[in-house]
C-alpha cells in the first residue's frame, strides 16, 4: 500500500470517526469498564512474578510497584510442593466426572421431551425442570446439607426405615464426588436441555416421515435422526464443556466441603481463594491462578481443535 | 405424523415417560421439604417425619427469623443489592449493546474483539481482587455491582435485540435532526422493551442468587445478603458441629449432639431465601429462554 492511499485511508477513517463520534461517546463507558475490570486484572496477572508484601499503609499500587521481581519462584514452589499433584488430579477428576455425567443427562432429558407428543406434558414439564435455575448455589448447598443430614434429614430417614444406618454424607470423602454431580446434574438438567430441544424442533418433519415408510422404530428415529441432527449442536456445547472443565464449580464446592472432604474436594479454584483471599498469600495465589488460566485455554484450544478435525464443527 | 405402535414403541415410550417423572419428582421434592420442613411443628420435624407435606402446622421457625434484626436487614441488603446492581447493569449494557450493535460504529470488529476475548480468558480471582481494592470499593456495594457492571453474554443477546430494530426508523428520526441519545431513548429502546426487560431479568436474579462477591468483598456482617447470611447459618454451624465432634466425640453421637430448634430455623431460612425466586420464576421463565437461545446463537 502507498503512503498516498494509506493517507487518504485515515482520513475516511477520520471522517468516519467524527460523523459517528456520539456512537463513541455511548460505548466509551462500556469499553472503560472492559478494560478496568477485565484487562487491568489480565495485566495484574503480574503480581504472579513478584514478591507482594502488603505493607501498613500503603495502597496496593504502591505495594506493586515497591514488590521484588522473583521471576517464576512462586511457579516452581507450586509446582514441587505437596499440594500439587492432589489440587490437580481433584480438579481434573470433578470435571471430568462433570462432563461425563452431566453432559449427556441434558442431552438424554431433551430427547425425552421432544418424544412426548401432548404438548401441555411436554410445556409442564419442561417449565418444573427449569425451578432449579433459578435457586442459588447457597440455596442448593444448603437443602443438601438438610436433606442428607444423618439426625433428621428425609434422606437418612429413609436409610433407617430399610435399617441402615445413617451416614453423613456431607462429611464422608466417599460421597463427595456423587453429591457434586448429582446436584450439578439437578440444578442443570432442564435448563441444560433447552438448547437441544430448540435445535429438535428444527429438524423437518419429513425426515421422520420418510423413516415411517421405511418402517423405522421409534428408537431408530431418535438414534438415526434425532440425534444426528443436534450433533452440530453437541459439539459446540461440548467444545465449550471440555474447554472450560477445569474450572470446576468453585463456588459450590467452597459452600459444599469441610477439612474433612478436603482430600477429594480441594480444587485448585479452592486453593487459590483459601491462599489469597483467605491468607492474604497474593502472589503465591495468583502464579496458582494464572497456571489454571493457562491450562484452560489451551484445553480449549486442543478441544476446538480435535471437533473442526472430527467433525467440522468449531468455534472459531 | 405416522403413530408407530409396536411393541418396542411402546417401550420407548415407556422409558421415555420414566425418565421425565423421575426428573420432576427428584427436582420437587427437596424444595418441597425444605418448604414443608419449615411449617412443620419442630417434635415432626427432628424426628424426621416431614417428606412432600408439613406436618402439623406451625409459623414459630418464621417469628423466631424475623425476631432477630439481622434478617430483615440482610433481606433489605438483598434487595438493595439487586436494584442498585441492576441499573447499573442496564445502563452499561444499553450504550454499549447499541452502538455495537450499528454497522457505522467505528473500530466495530476491535471493539467485539476486546469483548469476545474475555470470555475465553480472565485475570482471575486476585488480580481482581486487587483492582476492586485499589479503586476503594472494598466493604461497599459497589463492589457488588460495579465490577459486573457487564456481562458480555447479556451484551450480546441486547444487541441481537437492537438489530432487529429496523434501521429506517431512525433515519427519519434524524434526519428530523434527532440526537443519537434521543433515538436510543426514545424509537430504539422501546421497540427492543422485551431484549431490556430480558437482559434486567438475567441481571436480577444473578444478583440475588450471588454470594461469592458478598463473601469477598463485604467486610461489614451488617450489610450481609440474604445468601451470606444464609451460608453462614446452614454451613458454618454445620462445620463448626463437624469440628467439634472431631474434637471431643466419636462419629456415633452425633444424634445427642444435635441442636434442636435451631433445624426448623434453618428450613425457614433457606425458604426465605428462594421464595422470591420461586414465585418470580414462572412469569419470567419464558424470558430466560428466550434469552438463552438469542446468546447461543453463533453471528
Given amino acids: 500500500m502507498s503512503t498516498d492511499t494509506g493517507r487518504r485511508d485515515s482520513r475516511a477513517l477520520w471522517r468516519e470517526v467524527k460523523k459517528n463520534r456520539a456512537l463513541l461517546y455511548l460505548i466509551a463507558p462500556g469499553i472503560l469498564y472492559f478494560v478496568i475490570f477485565h484487562y487491568l486484572p489480565i495485566y495484574g496477572l503480574s503480581f504472579a512474578f513478584v514478591d507482594y508484601a502488603p505493607k501498613y499503609g500503603q495502597g496496593v499500587v504502591a505495594n506493586y510497584l515497591t514488590s521484588p521481581w522473583i521471576g517464576f519462584t512462586h511457579f516452581v514452589d507450586f509446582f514441587t510442593g505437596p499440594k500439587f499433584f492432589p489440587l490437580l488430579r481433584n480438579t481434573v477428576v470433578l470435571g471430568f466426572y462433570s462432563v461425563l455425567f452431566e453432559f449427556p443427562a441434558a442431552i438424554l432429558f431433551a430427547v425425552c421431551l421432544y418424544e412426548v407428543h401432548n404438548l401441555f406434558y411436554r410445556k409442564f414439564a419442561q417449565t418444573i425442570s427449569f425451578l432449579p435455575h433459578f435457586i442459588s448455589t447457597v440455596s442448593v448447598v444448603a437443602m443438601m446439607v438438610m436433606l442428607f443430614s444423618p439426625s433428621d434429614g428425609y434422606v437418612n430417614w429413609l436409610l433407617s426405615s430399610i435399617g441402615i444406618e445413617p451416614i453423613y454424607f456431607m462429611a464422608e470423602p466417599g460421597w463427595f464426588r456423587p453429591l457434586y454431580v448429582g446436584s450439578g446434574i439437578w440444578a442443570g438438567i432442564g435448563w441444560g436441555a433447552i438448547v437441544y430441544l430448540a435445535a429438535m424442533y428444527g429438524i423437518p418433519t419429513s425426515l421422520y416421515e420418510s423413516a415411517a415408510i421405511d418402517g423405522a422404530t421409534r428408537l431408530q428415529n431418535i438414534v438415526r435422526i434425532t440425534l444426528p441432527s443436534i450433533l452440530p449442536t453437541i459439539m459446540i456445547l461440548l467444545i465449550l464443556r471440555v474447554g472450560t472443565f477445569i474450572n470446576v464449580g468453585v463456588e459450590k464446592i467452597l459452600l459444599m466441603y469441610n477439612p474433612l472432604t478436603y482430600e477429594v474436594a480441594d480444587v485448585i479454584g479452592t486453593y487459590v481463594y483459601r491462599r489469597g483471599i483467605v491468607k492474604f498469600d497474593y502472589s503465591f495465589a495468583t502464579a496458582v491462578g494464572l497456571f489454571n488460566s493457562v491450562v484452560n485455554l489451551l484445553l480449549l484450544v486442543v478441544a476446538n481443535y480435535t471437533a473442526r478435525k472430527v467433525s467440522d464443527e468449531s468455534l472459531w | ?299
Avoid: C
Fill in chain 2, 1 to 299: 405424523m405416522v403413530v408407530d405402535r409396536s411393541l418396542s414403541s411402546r417401550a420407548v415410550g415407556l422409558a421415555v415417560h420414566a425418565v421425565i417423572v423421575v426428573v420432576l419428582i427428584t427436582t420437587i421434592f427437596p424444595v418441597l421439604n425444605i418448604l414443608s420442613n419449615s411449617v412443620s411443628e419442630t417434635y415432626h420435624i427432628i424426628a424426621g417425619h416431614v417428606s412432600f407435606f408439613p406436618v402439623g402446622f406451625s409459623l414459630r421457625h418464621y417469628s423466631i427469623l424475623f425476631m432477630d434484626p439481622m434478617i430483615p436487614r440482610s433481606f433489605l441488603n438483598s434487595v438493595l443489592i439487586t436494584l442498585l446492581g441492576t441499573a447499573v447493569n442496564l445502563a452499561f449494557t444499553v450504550t454499549m449493546a447499541y452502538p455495537l450493535a450499528k454497522r457505522r460504529l467505528p473500530f466495530r470488529r476491535s471493539f467485539m474483539v476486546l469483548i469476545v476475548v474475555t470470555m475465553f480468558f480472565s485475570g482471575g480471582l486476585i488480580p481482581r481482587f486487587m483492582v476492586v481494592r485499589a479503586l476503594g470499593m472494598y466493604d461497599s456495594f459497589l463492589a457488588l455491582t460495579v465490577p459486573i457492571a457487564i456481562s458480555a453474554f447479556n451484551l450480546i443477546v441486547m444487541r441481537t435485540f437492537f438489530k432487529q430494530v429496523p434501521e429506517e426508523l431512525e433515519e427519519s428520526a434524524f434526519l428530523e435532526g434527532a440526537k443519537e441519545t434521543t433515538v436510543l431513548v426514545r424509537i430504539v429502546m422501546p421497540l427492543a422493551k422485551a431484549g431490556v426487560a430480558t437482559i434486567a431479568l438475567f441481571y436480577a436474579v444473578s444478583h440475588w442468587n450471588a454470594f461469592f462477591d458478598a463473601m469477598i468483598y463485604l467486610y461489614d456482617t451488617r450489610k450481609y445478603p440474604m445468601q451470606l447470611v444464609l451460608r453462614d447459618i446452614v454451613m458454618r454451624t454445620e462445620m463448626a458441629r463437624l469440628s467439634f465432634l472431631q474434637d471431643q466425640y466419636g462419629r456415633n453421637d452425633l444424634m445427642e449432639q444435635e441442636a434442636v430448634a435451631i433445624q426448623g430455623i434453618k428450613y425457614g431460612l433457606i425458604a426465605i431465601t428462594m421464595l422470591p425466586m420461586l414465585m418470580l420464576y414462572p412469569f419470567i421463565q419464558r424470558y430466560f429462554v428466550k434469552g438463552v437461545m438469542i446468546g447461543s446463537l453463533k453471528d
